[in-house]
């Protein structure tokens, strides 16, 4: 049993189903990838598994516990962290200000943690008292997975972390992933960079219009020619 | 030399004195209207009547302490009933947020709506305080009236000018200085002052971090309702507590706020007192100043004046308007804690 | 199959639709028999005068829904417009006072023509110097304040001139002498102006700050016409304004009027200011009818269309190509030009203007609860609402008052607690308004007739 199953999800805003029925499996350690076109409900499934938006039906469960009913910050503290594909960061705080809000929920984080998170992200340290909101892209995006670390998750969601930063940036925030990911957390992420990212990946989802296409080890899915032509581009 | 000395102790009197004292009532009230925009992200008209309910509760309480002889004199007795004002105060947001503007916020509505039901809390609120105190004007100030006479003024410095300060006027200027103060404190040190600011700054992500949207939300009321019964008897102490006032008086608290840039405590603060200072600036009569600085008559017999005393609170919609017009989003601009 | 569907669907609307109707009528007539008990029971004089205030309240409450409901346009100067309204009463019946004319008319003209200058040359240099740092700032700051020095040099002495000319029964230019109810037409358009340069100022903000500068106008436009007696007399008010409808002594006098009443067997007195109400009410009821049809016609015009799709979507009407701000504009200036006409309505049946009585709970918000009760978006409903909105403005203190007598009816006479109920009860009408403003909002938030979808 995975540490993470969520089973069936149907869910969509405003009486318009755009999850289907989608199932994702993560467990403690593993890295799983989800990737899918333009509006396949990536961002929608990662929302619905974090409880943003109502299940119409299906279930998510941690440790098989049901959580579906669960509102955002009660399932923070089940050990869940979500790092959204927009608006990921409080602008209007400094970077050491975010990382106190991420360890909102325990605060002792904020002597620990913050350490861990700033040897893995030197470059917040630095800019610990700078505003967030006038950091680069790449460096927001650092300070929104930092601040989801800070709550120690087990299971660490992040939606699209690479959006918008340079493939160099890029590569190590892959890096830092992996090296969450050995630490003993389950990782789920949605990526648009698929072949990296499915390259990391324990497990690989393909999504399309809100349901399961493929689901199978990264590597696997790589070398599977239908998914290569469709959704690799060749 | 005596000249220019006069003409400022001129300046001191009329405007300097009694601008202090009336921008800090107005950054105060600016500040509880500022906290609700910021985190519930709407105009709250019934902030003037919030205050006028705080302050009443601390007029009747004053009575009360007066009818069994309790006093601080020479402070006014006023002061040690504020508490009870403050918590009136606070159960009446607590309750208005339970019955009424957390369905809407449920619902998401949007900002109109929330302007539309804080009118209808504004009609209700104001009907119970005028129902329970009448709306009559009343004076509770009972403690020394000034702290420096124009007499003694004139005595000591030998000027023709008097400067006097109004005990209530340095109360105010005082608990304003130490409420924002405090008001600063918490949401820069304490964690859930800035839990605060970060759910004004991004109510989604605020959530993702565990921060729990329902205590936010109480907490600005608390807050709220504080700033306004402190800046209700302020005003009351200062002028006079009359509730009809207090409809009229969200106008300029509103516009201080607005140029100020809703949302930011510290254009609050500023707002305030650039509605004040611009207030007497523009309506004060410099024929004397004048008088004293280049002589008798020089620039004619008018009363130099920019605008008509008149008009006091129209200039404060003046600037509002100005405001709106060239910059929106305020001094500060814009919406953030 | 499809046939079928498509009837078994028209039988359903025709369903709908009666209930629909049938529920307005008797929403209108519980509305009639509350007037005709207040005719019964305290007089037929006081059903009148209440009717015809309802009439205006009505057309104010239209001219907010026009833009609330077509537009989602919350406009809180409803007021200042009333008030234009009331003003251009006042210039237009009075007779022209020549003596002020004379003693200070030229000084203020030229004054005036100063100050359109002043403004003018203000906004160009603005609009000119736009990259050009703080200098803007300065330069407009400097030619405001030299201009209206200027202008203050001419229209100082001529204010001063014309106040002090009888003092006591004019003190001010007067108007034009003419037949009070064109008035109505020019209130309509001198609103019409000004919410053009107000609507072209605000209409681009928030919405809640198109509230708040709205009511900010609202407040300068009242406190312009409370303290420039040279215009309006200030807090000494107009009276005795002329009428579109005989005077009751006149009727008195005539001789087939005493004949009918005789036969008739009512009191001439009370005939005569029955008869005087009636008129009123004639006049208003024919303009309430205008204004609803013009509204209507218009609300099913393409125009009408185009507004409430704008109204539910802003974003994608945008996106369609329609200029928004633009249509923004007409709404606000057609709402404003009603309600000003309603304004000039008002001050005609008093008989006076008076600056003073202009308070926003009374002119603004109250006419907005008679929107929002009645159902925003619907004109019928605007109308019910101003109709019902005003009844209990009025009633609801003498109703209160009986009811807190009567609830305590139980308590010593002298009761400290009951005598202080009876005084204050007077603000319980405050908190029936508002309640009943929140309860709608709740409950109904559709109003008493919604909007109907076309
Ligand atoms: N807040 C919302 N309200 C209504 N519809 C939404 C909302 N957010 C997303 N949608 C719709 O749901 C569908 C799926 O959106 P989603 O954001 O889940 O796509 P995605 O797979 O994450 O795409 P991308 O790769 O572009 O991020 C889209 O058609 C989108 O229009
Ligand atoms: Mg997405």
């Given at each position: 049993m995975s540490y993470l199953v969520s089973e069936n999800m149907v869910a969509g805003y405003g009486g318009v189903n755009i999850l289907n029925s989608c199932s994702i499996q993560v467990d403690l350690g593993q890295i799983a990838v989800v990737v899918g076109p333009n509006g396949a409900g990536k961002s929608t499934a990662m929302k619905a598994i974090f409880g943003m938006l109502p299940l119409q039906s299906g279930s998510v469960k941690i440790l098989n516990e049901s959580i579906s009913n669960l509102p955002p910050f009660q399932r923070v503290k089940k050990g869940m962290a979500f790092v959204p594909q927009n608006e990921n960061i409080f602008t209007s705080l400094t970077v050491e200000e975010n990382l106190e809000m991420g360890a909102f929920t325990n605060p002792d984080a904020m002597v620990t943690i913050v350490e861990q998170v700033y040897s893995l992200f030197p470059v917040l340290k630095e800019k610990r008292l700078q505003r967030a909101g006038e950091l680069s892209g790449g460096q927001r995006q650092q300070v929104a997975v930092g601040r989801a670390l800070m709550t120690e998750p087990k299971l660490l969601m992040l939606d699209e972390?690479?959006?918008?930063?340079?493939p160099i940036v890029m590569d190590e925030l892959f890096d830092r992933i992996i090296d969450v990911a050995r630490t003993g957390i389950a990782i789920l992420m949605v990526e648009q960079n698929a072949k990296q990212a499915l390259s990391i990946a324990d497990i690989g989802y393909v999504l399309v219009q809100g349901e399961n296409r493929y689901t199978n080890s990264g590597k696997a899915l790589l070398e599977n020619t239908d998914v290569r032509k469709t959704f690799l581009g060749g | 030399m005596e000249g220019s000395l006069n003409s400022m102790a001129l300046l001191a009197n009329y405007i300097l004195v009694p601008g202090l004292a009336y921008g800090s009532q107005l950054a105060l009230g600016a500040l509880g209207v500022t906290m609700i925009y910021a985190v519930l992200n709407f105009s709250n008209f019934s902030h003037g009547e919030i205050m006028s309910f705080g302050a009443m509760i601390t007029i009747l309480v004053t009575y009360w302490f007066q009818g069994l002889g309790i006093s601080v004199y020479p402070l006014p007795t006023a002061l040690i009933a504020l508490p009870v004002g403050i918590g009136g105060a606070i159960l009446l947001c607590l309750l208005l947020d339970k019955l009424v503007f957390s369905f809407y916020r449920q619902q998401r509505s949007n900002s109109v709506t929330y302007l539309i039901v804080s009118i209808g809390v504004m009609f209700v609120i104001g009907g119970i305080t005028r129902f329970i105190i009448g709306p009559d004007d009343r004076n509770f100030n009972d403690g020394e009236r000034f702290i420096l006479k124009a007499r003694a003024f004139k005595e000591m410095t030998g000027l023709s000018e008097g400067v006097a300060i109004k005990s209530s006027q340095a109360i105010t200027v005082a608990s304003a200085f130490i409420v924002v103060a405090a008001v600063f404190w918490f949401l820069s040190r304490t964690r859930t002052g800035k839990s605060m600011r970060a759910y004004s700054n991004n109510p989604d992500l605020a959530l993702l971090s565990g921060i729990d949207p329902n205590r936010v939300v109480i907490i600005a009321w608390v807050i709220t309702a504080g700033l306004a019964a402190v800046s209700g008897t302020l005003y009351g102490l200062d002028k006079s507590y009359k509730p009809l006032v207090f409809l009229h008086l969200v106008l300029p608290i509103f516009a201080a706020a607005i140029v100020g840039g809703v949302g930011s405590p510290l254009g609050a603060i500023v707002g305030g007192f650039v509605i004040a200072f611009s207030e007497l600036f523009i309506t004060f009569a410099y024929k004397k100043m004048a008088a004293y600085l280049l002589g008798d008559g020089v620039l004619g017999d008018?009363?130099?004046?920019?605008?008509?005393?008149?008009y006091k609170f129209a200039v404060s919609f003046i600037i509002l308007v100005i405001v709106l017009l060239i910059k929106p989003t305020g001094i500060f601009s814009g919406k953030s804690i | 199959m499809n046939f079928l569907f498509g009837k078994y669907c028209q039988t359903q609307l025709g369903l709908k639709r009666l209930p629909n109707l049938l529920r307005n009528l008797i929403l209108a007539g519980i509305m009639a028999c509350l007037l005709a008990i207040v005719g019964i029971s305290q007089s037929w004089n006081l059903a009148f005068s209440l009717l015809n205030m309802c009439l205006i309240s009505a057309i104010m409450a239209l001219g907010v829904n026009i833009q609330w409901g077509y537009a989602g346009l919350f406009n809180a100067g409803v007021m200042g417009f009333a008030a234009l309204g009331g003003l251009a009463a006042v210039l237009i019946s009075v007779d022209p006072v020549r003596a002020a004319w004379a003693a200070g008319g030229q000084g203020l003209l030229f004054g005036l023509v100063i100050g359109v200058f002043t403004t003018c040359s203000a906004i160009f240099a603005w609009r000119r110097l736009s990259n050009s740092g703080s200098k803007r700032y300065w330069i407009t700051i400097l030619l405001l304040v030299v201009g209206f020095a200027t202008m203050r040099f001419f229209t100082d002495p001529a204010t001063l001139a014309i106040e002090a000319v009888d003092a006591a029964r004019s003190g001010y230019l007067g108007g034009l002498g003419m037949p009070i109810m064109f008035s109505w037409i020019i209130g309509g358009l001198l609103a019409a102006c000004v919410a053009w340069i107000i609507g072209k100022i605000s209409l681009g903000l928030r919405s809640d700050y198109l509230a708040i500068a709205t009511l900010g106008i609202s407040e300068i436009i009242i406190y312009f016409l409370k303290f420039e007696d040279w215009l309006t007399r200030g807090v000494k008010n107009v009276n005795g304004l002329p009428r579109p409808v005989p005077y009751e002594i006149d009727l008195q006098n005539e001789a087939w009027f005493q004949q009918v009443t005789s036969t008739l067997d009512v009191s001439v007195v009370d005939a005569s200011s029955l008869l005087v109400k009636a008129c009123y009410t004639g006049i208003f009821l024919a303009v309430l009818l205008a204004v609803i049809w013009f509204s209507e016609t218009a609300l099913r015009a393409p125009w009408g269309r185009m507004m409430r799709a704008i109204r539910d979507n802003e974003t994608a009407a945008t996106a369609m190509g329609k200029n928004v701000q633009k249509q923004h504009l007409q709404v606000f200036v057609l709402g404003s030009a009603v309600i000003g006409i309603a304004g000039a309505m008002l001050v005609t049946l008093d008989g006076q203007f008076t600056?003073?009585?202009?308070q926003p709970l009374r002119f603004t918000f109250l006419i907005w609860v008679m929107v929002i009760i009645g159902g925003s978006g619907n004109n019928w409903g605007a109308v019910l609402g101003g109709f019902v909105i005003w009844f209990f403005w009025i009633e609801a203190e003498p109703v209160g008052l009986w009811l807190i007598t009567f609830l305590t009816s139980g308590m010593e006479p002298t009761s400290w607690l009951r005598l202080h109920l009876i005084e204050n009860a007077a603000h319980t009408r405050l908190i029936t308004m508002g309640m009943v403003l929140l309860l709608t909002l709740r409950?109904?938030?559709?109003?008493?007739i919604p909007e109907t979808k076309r």
């Open positions: 972390p690479t959006a918008g930063v340079s | 008018g009363l130099l004046q920019l605008l008509s005393t008149d | 600056p003073t009585s202009y409950f109904a938030p559709r109003g008493l």
